[in-house]
Protein backbone atom coordinates (compact mmCIF):
# COMPACT_ATOMS: atom_id res chain seq x y z
CA UNK A 1 0.00 0.00 0.00
CA UNK A 2 2.09 2.81 -1.17
CA UNK A 3 0.84 6.62 -0.99
CA UNK A 4 3.72 8.10 -2.75
CA UNK A 5 2.25 9.94 -6.21
CA UNK A 6 -1.52 10.31 -4.98
CA UNK A 7 -3.82 10.01 -1.88
CA UNK A 8 -5.21 6.65 -0.91
CA UNK A 9 -8.49 6.39 1.27
CA UNK A 10 -8.62 3.97 4.13
CA UNK A 11 -11.45 3.10 6.00
CA UNK A 12 -10.87 2.31 9.41
CA UNK A 13 -14.17 0.97 11.37
CA UNK A 14 -14.18 1.27 15.03
CA UNK A 15 -12.25 4.48 14.69
CA UNK A 16 -13.46 5.61 17.80
CA UNK A 17 -12.32 2.79 19.78
CA UNK A 18 -8.61 2.04 21.42
CA UNK A 19 -6.68 0.71 18.78
CA UNK A 20 -9.02 2.25 15.64
CA UNK A 21 -7.95 5.93 17.01
CA UNK A 22 -4.35 4.54 16.93
CA UNK A 23 -4.33 3.82 13.95
CA UNK A 24 -6.65 6.50 12.11
CA UNK A 25 -3.83 9.00 13.43
CA UNK A 26 -0.61 7.03 12.37
CA UNK A 27 -2.42 6.82 8.56
CA UNK A 28 -3.38 10.24 8.28
CA UNK A 29 0.34 11.08 9.54
CA UNK A 30 1.54 8.89 6.74
CA UNK A 31 -1.12 11.12 4.57
CA UNK A 32 -3.51 8.73 3.85
CA UNK A 33 -7.04 9.93 3.97
CA UNK A 34 -9.02 8.10 6.24
CA UNK A 35 -12.96 7.56 6.72
CA UNK A 36 -13.44 6.59 10.18
CA UNK A 37 -16.48 4.92 10.97
CA UNK A 38 -18.16 3.49 14.45
CA UNK A 39 -21.55 3.58 16.13
CA UNK A 40 -20.19 4.10 19.40
CA UNK A 41 -21.38 0.90 21.03
CA UNK A 42 -18.43 0.65 22.66
CA UNK A 43 -15.96 3.70 20.91
CA UNK A 44 -15.67 6.98 22.20
CA UNK A 45 -15.80 10.39 20.77
CA UNK A 46 -12.47 11.37 23.06
CA UNK A 47 -11.07 9.17 21.36
CA UNK A 48 -11.47 11.04 17.72
CA UNK A 49 -10.01 14.45 19.65
CA UNK A 50 -6.76 14.54 17.81
CA UNK A 51 -8.63 13.62 14.37
CA UNK A 52 -11.64 15.62 14.27
CA UNK A 53 -9.26 18.82 12.84
CA UNK A 54 -7.26 17.04 10.33
CA UNK A 55 -8.71 17.44 7.10
CA UNK A 56 -8.16 14.64 5.42
CA UNK A 57 -10.29 12.99 8.31
CA UNK A 58 -14.18 12.32 7.61
CA UNK A 59 -16.30 10.48 9.98
CA UNK A 60 -19.68 8.40 9.57
CA UNK A 61 -22.03 6.91 12.52
CA UNK A 62 -22.50 4.31 10.97
CA UNK A 63 -22.81 0.70 11.68
CA UNK A 64 -20.47 -2.13 10.38
CA UNK A 65 -23.68 -4.55 9.96
CA UNK A 66 -25.38 -2.01 7.31
CA UNK A 67 -25.88 -3.53 3.92
CA UNK A 68 -23.61 -1.28 1.59
CA UNK A 69 -21.40 0.50 3.94
CA UNK A 70 -18.13 0.23 1.73
CA UNK A 71 -20.00 1.11 -1.61
CA UNK A 72 -21.63 3.99 0.05
CA UNK A 73 -18.08 5.07 1.12
CA UNK A 74 -16.30 4.78 -2.12
CA UNK A 75 -19.03 6.50 -3.98
CA UNK A 76 -18.58 9.64 -1.81
CA UNK A 77 -14.46 8.72 -1.79
CA UNK A 78 -13.53 7.56 -4.94
CA UNK A 79 -9.98 7.28 -3.52
CA UNK A 80 -11.01 4.62 -1.23
CA UNK A 81 -8.78 1.29 -1.68
CA UNK A 82 -8.39 -0.31 2.03
CA UNK A 83 -10.49 -1.19 4.67
CA UNK A 84 -9.17 -1.43 8.40
CA UNK A 85 -11.76 -3.54 10.23
CA UNK A 86 -11.92 -2.79 13.80
CA UNK A 87 -15.52 -2.77 14.67
CA UNK A 88 -16.76 -5.85 16.41
CA UNK A 89 -18.23 -6.21 19.88
CA UNK A 90 -15.09 -6.35 21.84
CA UNK A 91 -16.38 -7.82 25.45
CA UNK A 92 -16.04 -11.89 25.52
CA UNK A 93 -18.62 -11.96 28.71
CA UNK A 94 -21.37 -9.91 26.72
CA UNK A 95 -20.35 -12.59 23.48
CA UNK A 96 -21.29 -15.31 25.88
CA UNK A 97 -24.74 -13.66 26.65
CA UNK A 98 -25.32 -12.22 23.12
CA UNK A 99 -23.93 -15.32 20.76
CA UNK A 100 -26.34 -14.45 17.97
CA UNK A 101 -25.47 -10.88 17.93
CA UNK A 102 -22.02 -11.51 18.10
CA UNK A 103 -22.19 -13.74 15.42
CA UNK A 104 -24.12 -11.13 13.30
CA UNK A 105 -21.62 -8.51 14.13
CA UNK A 106 -18.31 -10.05 14.42
CA UNK A 107 -18.16 -12.47 11.98
CA UNK A 108 -21.28 -12.28 9.29
CA UNK A 109 -20.82 -8.39 9.25
CA UNK A 110 -17.09 -8.96 8.20
CA UNK A 111 -17.93 -11.62 5.47
CA UNK A 112 -20.39 -8.90 3.85
CA UNK A 113 -17.73 -6.53 4.11
CA UNK A 114 -14.78 -8.23 2.92
CA UNK A 115 -16.77 -9.00 -0.14
CA UNK A 116 -17.86 -5.74 -0.90
CA UNK A 117 -14.16 -4.66 -0.76
CA UNK A 118 -12.92 -7.77 -2.95
CA UNK A 119 -16.08 -6.64 -5.64
CA UNK A 120 -14.87 -2.78 -5.16
CA UNK A 121 -11.46 -3.94 -5.63
CA UNK A 122 -10.00 -2.85 -2.80
CA UNK A 123 -5.94 -3.51 -2.74
CA UNK A 124 -6.47 -4.66 1.18
CA UNK A 125 -8.53 -5.60 3.52
CA UNK A 126 -7.02 -6.13 7.47
CA UNK A 127 -9.06 -8.07 10.00
CA UNK A 128 -8.73 -7.48 13.73
CA UNK A 129 -8.47 -11.22 14.90
CA UNK A 130 -7.84 -12.22 18.35
CA UNK A 131 -5.99 -14.49 20.38
CA UNK A 132 -9.38 -15.66 21.52
CA UNK A 133 -9.49 -17.58 18.55
CA UNK A 134 -6.92 -20.14 20.20
CA UNK A 135 -9.93 -21.27 22.63
CA UNK A 136 -8.32 -23.72 25.16
CA UNK A 137 -5.53 -24.61 23.70
CA UNK A 138 -2.89 -25.52 25.87
CA UNK A 139 0.92 -25.91 23.29
CA UNK A 140 2.85 -23.05 24.13
CA UNK A 141 3.84 -20.84 22.50
CA UNK A 142 0.64 -20.47 20.54
CA UNK A 143 1.22 -20.94 16.46
CA UNK A 144 -1.12 -19.94 13.73
CA UNK A 145 -1.94 -23.57 12.70
CA UNK A 146 -2.97 -24.40 16.35
CA UNK A 147 -6.42 -22.21 15.55
CA UNK A 148 -8.74 -24.76 13.60
CA UNK A 149 -12.31 -25.77 13.00
CA UNK A 150 -11.78 -28.28 16.21
CA UNK A 151 -10.92 -25.76 18.64
CA UNK A 152 -12.93 -25.31 21.42
CA UNK A 153 -13.86 -21.82 21.45
CA UNK A 154 -14.13 -20.62 25.21
CA UNK A 155 -17.08 -17.77 23.81
CA UNK A 156 -18.96 -16.25 20.81
CA UNK A 157 -16.29 -13.84 20.32
CA UNK A 158 -13.56 -16.32 20.13
CA UNK A 159 -15.45 -18.43 17.52
CA UNK A 160 -16.72 -15.57 15.75
CA UNK A 161 -13.34 -13.66 15.31
CA UNK A 162 -12.08 -17.35 14.37
CA UNK A 163 -14.76 -17.78 11.27
CA UNK A 164 -14.09 -14.45 10.32
CA UNK A 165 -10.23 -14.38 10.14
CA UNK A 166 -10.44 -17.74 8.20
CA UNK A 167 -12.72 -16.19 5.72
CA UNK A 168 -10.97 -12.76 5.04
CA UNK A 169 -7.33 -15.16 5.20
CA UNK A 170 -8.60 -16.60 2.00
CA UNK A 171 -9.53 -13.67 -0.22
CA UNK A 172 -6.81 -12.16 -2.47
CA UNK A 173 -7.30 -8.75 -0.80
CA UNK A 174 -7.30 -9.71 3.10
CA UNK A 175 -5.10 -10.37 5.43
CA UNK A 176 -5.98 -11.31 9.39
CA UNK A 177 -3.99 -10.24 12.31
CA UNK A 178 -4.83 -11.90 15.74
CA UNK A 179 -3.99 -9.65 18.22
CA UNK A 180 -2.76 -10.28 22.20
CA UNK A 181 -3.61 -8.51 24.79
CA UNK A 182 -2.85 -5.13 23.62
CA UNK A 183 -2.36 -2.16 25.78
CA UNK A 184 -1.67 1.78 25.80
CA UNK A 185 -2.77 5.04 26.16
CA UNK A 186 -6.61 5.50 25.76
CA UNK A 187 -7.68 2.19 27.14
CA UNK A 188 -10.54 2.54 28.81
CA UNK A 189 -9.96 1.30 32.64
CA UNK A 190 -13.86 2.20 33.73
CA UNK A 191 -15.41 -1.17 33.12
CA UNK A 192 -15.02 -4.43 34.71
CA UNK A 193 -13.78 -6.35 31.70
CA UNK A 194 -11.46 -3.44 30.95
CA UNK A 195 -7.85 -4.45 30.13
CA UNK A 196 -6.28 -5.27 33.09
CA UNK A 197 -3.03 -3.62 32.41
CA UNK A 198 -5.38 -0.48 32.25
CA UNK A 199 -7.41 -1.31 35.70
CA UNK A 200 -4.32 -1.89 37.06
CA UNK A 201 -2.77 2.00 36.02
CA UNK A 202 -6.24 3.87 37.43
CA UNK A 203 -6.15 1.50 40.54
CA UNK A 204 -2.46 2.58 41.48
CA UNK A 205 -2.90 6.16 40.89
CA UNK A 206 -5.54 6.55 42.82
CA UNK A 207 -3.16 4.29 45.67
CA UNK A 208 -5.50 1.33 45.77
CA UNK A 209 -4.28 -2.26 45.85
CA UNK A 210 -4.37 -3.90 42.48
CA UNK A 211 -6.91 -6.66 42.01
CA UNK A 212 -5.89 -9.74 41.43
CA UNK A 213 -7.95 -12.48 40.12
CA UNK A 214 -7.12 -16.14 41.41
CA UNK A 215 -3.87 -17.10 42.39
CA UNK A 216 -1.87 -14.14 39.81
CA UNK A 217 -0.17 -16.72 38.03
CA UNK A 218 -1.60 -16.82 35.06
CA UNK A 219 0.22 -15.04 32.01
CA UNK A 220 -0.50 -12.80 29.43
CA UNK A 221 1.16 -11.43 26.11
CA UNK A 222 1.08 -7.89 26.66
CA UNK A 223 2.06 -5.56 23.47
CA UNK A 224 1.93 -2.25 22.99
CA UNK A 225 -1.08 -0.34 20.88
CA UNK A 226 1.76 1.41 18.26
CA UNK A 227 3.27 -2.06 18.00
CA UNK A 228 -0.04 -3.20 16.69
CA UNK A 229 -0.67 -0.04 14.86
CA UNK A 230 2.95 -0.82 12.70
CA UNK A 231 2.10 -4.50 12.28
CA UNK A 232 -1.97 -3.49 10.68
CA UNK A 233 -0.11 -1.16 8.27
CA UNK A 234 2.39 -4.15 7.35
CA UNK A 235 -0.14 -6.46 7.13
CA UNK A 236 -2.23 -3.68 4.63
CA UNK A 237 1.19 -3.84 2.27
CA UNK A 238 0.91 -7.63 1.96
CA UNK A 239 -2.72 -7.67 1.00
CA UNK A 240 -2.81 -9.48 -2.60
CA UNK A 241 0.70 -10.77 -2.66
CA UNK A 242 1.74 -14.33 -3.15
CA UNK A 243 3.36 -14.23 0.50
CA UNK A 244 -0.06 -12.19 2.45
CA UNK A 245 -1.12 -16.15 2.46
CA UNK A 246 1.19 -19.09 3.77
CA UNK A 247 0.41 -18.64 7.72
CA UNK A 248 -2.14 -16.13 7.44
CA UNK A 249 -3.71 -15.13 9.64
CA UNK A 250 -0.99 -13.69 11.61
CA UNK A 251 -0.22 -13.77 15.63
CA UNK A 252 0.95 -10.15 17.01
CA UNK A 253 2.21 -10.33 20.69
CA UNK A 254 5.44 -10.01 22.27
CA UNK A 255 6.31 -12.98 21.84
CA UNK A 256 7.28 -13.53 25.63
CA UNK A 257 4.87 -13.98 28.53
CA UNK A 258 4.16 -12.08 31.72
CA UNK A 259 2.58 -13.20 34.92
CA UNK A 260 -0.45 -11.32 36.54
CA UNK A 261 1.58 -11.11 39.66
CA UNK A 262 4.92 -9.74 37.87
CA UNK A 263 2.73 -7.07 36.35
CA UNK A 264 0.79 -5.87 39.33
CA UNK A 265 4.23 -5.61 41.11
CA UNK A 266 6.11 -3.67 38.37
CA UNK A 267 2.86 -1.45 38.19
CA UNK A 268 3.01 -0.59 41.73
CA UNK A 269 6.34 -0.16 41.91
CA UNK A 270 6.51 2.76 38.83
CA UNK A 271 4.08 4.39 40.40
CA UNK A 272 5.07 4.06 43.84
CA UNK A 273 1.54 2.38 44.97
CA UNK A 274 2.21 1.29 48.45
CA UNK A 275 -1.44 -0.13 48.49
CA UNK A 276 -0.42 -3.71 47.64
CA UNK A 277 -2.34 -6.15 45.98
CA UNK A 278 -5.75 -7.43 47.00
CA UNK A 279 -6.51 -11.33 46.00
CA UNK A 280 -9.80 -11.67 44.24
CA UNK A 281 -11.49 -14.91 43.40
CA UNK A 282 -10.77 -16.41 40.13
CA UNK A 283 -12.62 -15.23 37.18
CA UNK A 284 -14.68 -17.82 35.34
CA UNK A 285 -13.60 -18.48 32.14
CA UNK A 286 -10.63 -17.16 32.21
CA UNK A 287 -7.72 -18.61 30.44
CA UNK A 288 -4.64 -19.84 32.58
CA UNK A 289 -1.46 -19.43 30.06
CA UNK A 290 -0.79 -17.17 26.68
CA UNK A 291 1.95 -16.35 24.43
CA UNK A 292 1.93 -15.61 21.15
CA UNK A 293 4.59 -17.23 18.62
CA UNK A 294 5.81 -14.41 16.41
CA UNK A 295 7.76 -15.35 13.63
CA UNK A 296 5.57 -16.15 11.08
CA UNK A 297 4.86 -12.06 10.73
CA UNK A 298 8.29 -11.55 11.00
CA UNK A 299 9.09 -13.25 8.47
CA UNK A 300 6.74 -12.46 5.68
CA UNK A 301 6.96 -8.65 7.35
CA UNK A 302 9.72 -7.87 8.70
CA UNK A 303 7.48 -6.70 11.49
CA UNK A 304 9.10 -6.92 14.89
CA UNK A 305 7.50 -5.64 17.99
CA UNK A 306 9.92 -2.41 19.40
CA UNK A 307 8.34 -1.29 22.73
CA UNK A 308 9.29 -3.49 25.91
CA UNK A 309 6.63 -4.02 28.81
CA UNK A 310 8.39 -1.45 30.94
CA UNK A 311 8.68 1.43 28.43
CA UNK A 312 5.06 0.91 27.30
CA UNK A 313 3.99 1.02 30.81
CA UNK A 314 5.95 4.15 31.54
CA UNK A 315 4.22 5.75 28.51
CA UNK A 316 0.66 4.13 29.54
CA UNK A 317 0.84 5.74 32.74
CA UNK A 318 2.20 9.00 31.99
CA UNK A 319 -0.38 9.44 29.57
CA UNK A 320 -3.28 8.46 32.38
CA UNK A 321 -1.86 10.70 34.65
CA UNK A 322 -2.15 13.29 32.16
CA UNK A 323 -5.78 12.27 31.48
CA UNK A 324 -6.45 12.43 35.41
CA UNK A 325 -4.93 15.94 35.97
CA UNK A 326 -6.58 17.15 32.97
CA UNK A 327 -10.23 15.79 34.26
CA UNK A 328 -9.65 17.87 38.14
CA UNK A 329 -8.95 21.00 36.62
CA UNK A 330 -12.31 23.13 36.54
C1 LIG B 1 -8.22 -10.82 26.41
C2 LIG B 1 -8.96 -9.75 25.63
C3 LIG B 1 -10.31 -10.25 25.22
C4 LIG B 1 -10.19 -11.57 24.47
C5 LIG B 1 -9.44 -12.56 25.36
C6 LIG B 1 -9.19 -13.87 24.64
C7 LIG B 1 -8.21 -7.60 26.47
C8 LIG B 1 -8.55 -6.41 27.31
N1 LIG B 1 -9.13 -8.59 26.49
O1 LIG B 1 -8.87 -11.11 27.62
O2 LIG B 1 -10.93 -9.27 24.40
O3 LIG B 1 -9.50 -11.36 23.25
O4 LIG B 1 -8.15 -12.04 25.68
O5 LIG B 1 -8.61 -14.80 25.48
O6 LIG B 1 -7.20 -7.64 25.81
N2 LIG B 1 -7.06 -9.65 35.84
C9 LIG B 1 -6.80 -9.47 37.18
N3 LIG B 1 -7.27 -8.36 37.76
C10 LIG B 1 -8.00 -7.41 37.10
C11 LIG B 1 -8.26 -7.60 35.71
C12 LIG B 1 -7.79 -8.74 35.13
O7 LIG B 1 -6.16 -10.32 37.82
O8 LIG B 1 -8.38 -6.40 37.73
C13 LIG B 1 -6.52 -10.84 35.18
C14 LIG B 1 -7.61 -11.65 34.48
O9 LIG B 1 -8.21 -12.54 35.37
C15 LIG B 1 -6.80 -12.34 33.40
C16 LIG B 1 -5.69 -11.35 33.06
O10 LIG B 1 -5.64 -10.42 34.15
O11 LIG B 1 -6.23 -13.53 33.87
C17 LIG B 1 -5.91 -10.58 31.78
O12 LIG B 1 -7.24 -10.08 31.80
P1 LIG B 1 -7.79 -9.10 30.66
O13 LIG B 1 -9.22 -8.88 30.97
O14 LIG B 1 -6.92 -7.92 30.52
O15 LIG B 1 -7.60 -9.90 29.32
P2 LIG B 1 -7.98 -11.41 28.88
O16 LIG B 1 -6.69 -12.05 28.51
O17 LIG B 1 -8.83 -12.09 29.85
Redesign the pocket.
Known sequence: MKNRDRKIGCVVTGAAGFVGSHLAERLLSENYRVIGVDNFFSGRKENLTALWKHPDFSFHERSVTEAGLLGDLKAQYPDLECCFHLAAI???PYSVDHPETTMEVNCQAAVNLLGEADHLGFGAFVFAG??????GEQRLPLKEEYATEHTRH??A??RS?YLASREVAERRCGVALR?????GPR?DPTS?????????VA?ALQQQP?????D?L???DFIYVSDVVEAYLRAASLCGKATGGGKNPYNIGMGKSTT?LE??ETINGLVENHAGLAI?P??PG???F?EASVDAFHKVAGWEPRVSLLEGLRKTIAWARASQEASSQP
Open positions: VSVSSAEYGLSYGKCFNIYQPYSGVISRFLLTIFGGQTRILACERDIRS
